[in-house]
């Protein structure tokens, strides 16, 4: 199959644009952060034991596990179609994934151009990949993260060490999905302010405690999984992570922001 006749470059990247900008579950975003704002501003600490101790956490597992494997099963046929030459398997892949994929570039870059360059980039490397899939070894998913964020936050390194105009976008410029038809525009709009808030807070934070916080409470990473991406020591992420969070929680209470209500 011609990589250039599959319709990844016709996709409408606009639509990506809906970027998860929410804190706390606002504006929609399909990755809000894992931390309640009351958690960032009042218990910053993160020693794990919820996870290791919360009955809730132990019956969502068994439910997890066994959704793993229908997705283990379903993403391996679908690249299995795509080495077969099929490219509606691969839109399917896409359509799938270039939301998620867009939102974690433009949490690093704060640029909607960049990170839409990086998504592509991302698909362009997953497309070359797709014979190295082994779905003995974990499912689609986490297989298409791990690339993708290898080579955005290869990235952010990159334009850390030479520096250049990273001034975010006007967040007005960007195109939201409303997912839930029954807010008002009022709180719509309220729910974008304050998404463009959170970003700025983040765009605030040093490379280090950005990467740990984005990677841990947007992405929802284990710390095990952060220390295989970022090659340092667990001691060192929760570190990053827990400093990083209380110095948004500063940043955030001197820009005087505010949950909105879900009502």
Avoid at 191 to 210: C, F, H, N, T, W
Wanted: hydrophobic share 35%.
């Amino acid at each position: 199959m011609d990589f250039l006749s599959v319709p990844l470059f016709r996709h409408r990247w606009h639509r990506l644009k809906s970027v998860a900008l929410g804190y706390n579950g606002v504006c929609t975003g399909t990755f809000p952060f894992r931390a309640s704002y009351v958690a960032l501003t009042e218990g910053v600490a993160d020693s794990g034991a919820a996870e290791q101790n919360s009955n809730t956490v132990r019956r969502s597992r068994n439910k997890v596990r066994a959704a793993r494997v229908l997705a283990a099963n379903e993403g391996a046929d679908l690249v299995r179609k795509c080495r077969a030459g099929d490219g509606a398997a691969w839109e399917q892949i896409v359509h799938d994934y270039s939301r998620r994929i867009y939102n974690l570039a433009y949490r690093f870059t704060s640029r909607s151009d960049t990170a839409e360059d990086l998504t592509q980039e991302v698909f362009v490397r997953v497309y070359r990949s797709l014979d190295q899939y082994d779905a003995r070894q974990g499912d689609l998913q986490n297989w298409l993260m791990r690339l993708a964020r290898n080579l955005i936050i290869d990235d952010y390194r990159k334009r850390q060490r030479t520096p250049h105009d990273n001034q975010a976008d006007d967040l007005a410029d960007h195109t939201y999905h409303l997912h839930n038809s029954s807010r008002s525009v009022q709180q719509e709009m309220e729910r974008r302010e304050l998404g463009a808030q959170v970003q700025s807070g983040i765009d605030k934070l040093s490379p280090d405690l950005r990467t740990c916080v984005i990677l841990r409470d947007i992405e929802e990473l284990s710390y095990q999984e952060i220390v295989d991406l970022l090659k340092i020591p667990e001691g060192t992420v929760k570190s990053r992570i827990n400093r990083g969070r209380i110095e948004l929680a500063k940043i955030l209470k001197r820009m005087k922001v505010l949950a909105v209500s879900e009502a």
